[in-house]
């Protein structure tokens, strides 16, 4: 099997996930977003690099932004349209590139998992500095402000009144939720085909952010049947075969908080016993012969 990851060669994800494939006998190359390119012409399409076209599988592993927010716009549209063209050509695509479009957008794949029944955190998505007031006063006079776009937590601040949620207002699109007072943890569940991988994340000292990229520490978790059905709808909802699921304790059971549709399992690995890198190339096997 011809397995092209999208991503940077240097990349911890990247280097385990190829290992995992070379051992599995698979040829597994690496392809850097930057290379990326599409021909159109009568005959069809064609894409670039060569190993592209030649692919049974493509797996993507993360998407770099541009230099400005421009850039970006277009890199996401541009890669987005390709790998699209690639799907549509009879390349499977992991995750689909329906799945990641609905992912990077996290108002978008909330929408999505409240409208599949999944609880989700009060959110309000305005765009002028008196709605960013009223929103946070309607959230209970303070909430979280996240980005549309962003993920390992970058990005996101606590609100602590509507007076500066109307000043964060000011500058366009804001994304607010209400804040959950979490127990000091949440729950990371990573979905890979059928199977699920949970860990429990501990926010740091004076910190309410549980990321690992930001200090969380990541600890064994045994899920209880209600947070895996949870995970496995959410990412069914997306249309992703590969999940990070995040959901926050309540007094009411269980939140999806967000939904990552190129996740990481750094941390998760260092206390799971399984190998994620091999699961992950297993369930790259079973699309591309499905695709066959």
């Given at each position: 099997m011809?397995?092209?990851?999208?991503?940077?060669?240097?990349?911890?994800?990247?280097?385990?996930?190829?290992?995992?494939?070379?051992?599995?006998?698979?040829?597994?190359?690496?392809?850097?977003?930057?290379?990326?390119?599409?021909?159109?012409?009568?005959?069809?399409?064609?894409?670039?690099?060569?190993?592209?076209?030649?692919?049974?599988?493509?797996?993507?592993?993360?998407?770099?932004?541009?230099?400005?927010?421009?850039?970006?716009?277009?890199?996401?549209?541009?890669?987005?349209?390709?790998?699209g063209r690639l799907e549509a050509a009879g390349t499977p695509v992991i995750n689909r590139p329906r799945a990641l479009e609905i992912a990077i957008d996290k108002y978008l794949s909330l929408a999505v998992m409240a409208g599949a029944g999944v609880p989700v955190p009060h959110t309000l998505v305005v765009q002028s500095a008196d709605d960013a007031r009223s929103a946070c006063a309607q959230l209970g006079g303070t909430c979280v402000a996240k980005p549309l776009f962003g993920s390992r937590g970058q990005g996101i601040v606590r609100i602590a009144s509507p007076e500066e949620a109307a000043s964060a207002g000011a500058q366009g699109v804001i994304y607010l939720q209400e804040f959950l007072d979490h127990p000091g943890w949440d729950a990371r569940i990573l979905v890979v085909g059928s199977e699920v991988h949970a860990m429990r994340r501990i926010a740091p000292p004076g910190e309410w952010r549980t990321n690992v990229a930001l200090g969380g520490r990541p600890e064994p978790f045994i899920a209880p049947p209600?947070?895996?059905?949870?995970?496995?709808r959410s990412a069914a909802a997306l249309g992703a075969d590969i999940a990070g699921v995040d959901l926050i304790p309540t007094p009411q059971g269980p939140v999806v908080v967000e939904v990552n549709a190129v996740p990481g399992w750094r941390g998760l690995q260092t206390v799971c016993d399984a190998d994620l890198a091999e699961r992950v190339a297993s369930t790259l096997e079973r699309a591309a012969q499905a695709g066959l």
């Open positions: 011809r397995v092209v990851v999208l991503g940077e060669r240097c990349g911890w994800h990247v280097e385990r996930l190829t290992t995992a494939l070379e051992r599995r006998g698979h040829d597994a190359s690496v392809v850097a977003w930057g290379e990326l390119g599409a021909a159109v012409t009568s005959h069809g399409p064609g894409f670039l690099p060569r190993a592209i076209e030649q692919a049974d599988v493509i797996v993507v592993r993360g998407m770099p932004g541009g230099r400005s927010p421009t850039d970006r716009l277009e890199e996401v549209i541009f890669r987005m349209d390709v790998l209600e947070w895996i059905d949870l995970a496995r």
